[in-house]
């Protein structure tokens, strides 16, 4: 393992200290913990953006993509526990 120094703010160190000390947690493994937290939340934010980008791409090759409408309905539908059939792509191009 690896040392990292990190510099805080005085503030930003005080609230930490402070949060800590209500459950009981060392601030170093504070500290390891919410860096965790942030590097998975980058790693998930940039599979979604590569999807998106991936669909664009595909939409564009195809000249077919989905009415915003429909999803948002199929959506609805799932949430509330239905099993809805999935829109259909549809030529957005004339």
Known sequence: MSATSLKLPDELKQRAV???EKI????H???VHAIE??????ERRGGVVADA??????????????????????L?????GKKPAMPMAKSWQS
């Open 24 to 27: 009981g947690m060392s601030p």
């Open 53 to 74: 980008q991936a669909a664009r791409d595909q939409m564009l090759k195809t000249g077919k993509g989905y009415d915003a409408g429909e999803v948002h309905a199929w």
């Open 76 to 80: 609805m539908a799932r949430i509330a």
């Open 29 to 31: 493994a504070f500290m």
């Open 37 to 42: 937290q942030a590097a998975k939340v980058a």
């Open 18 to 20: 402070a949060a800590v």
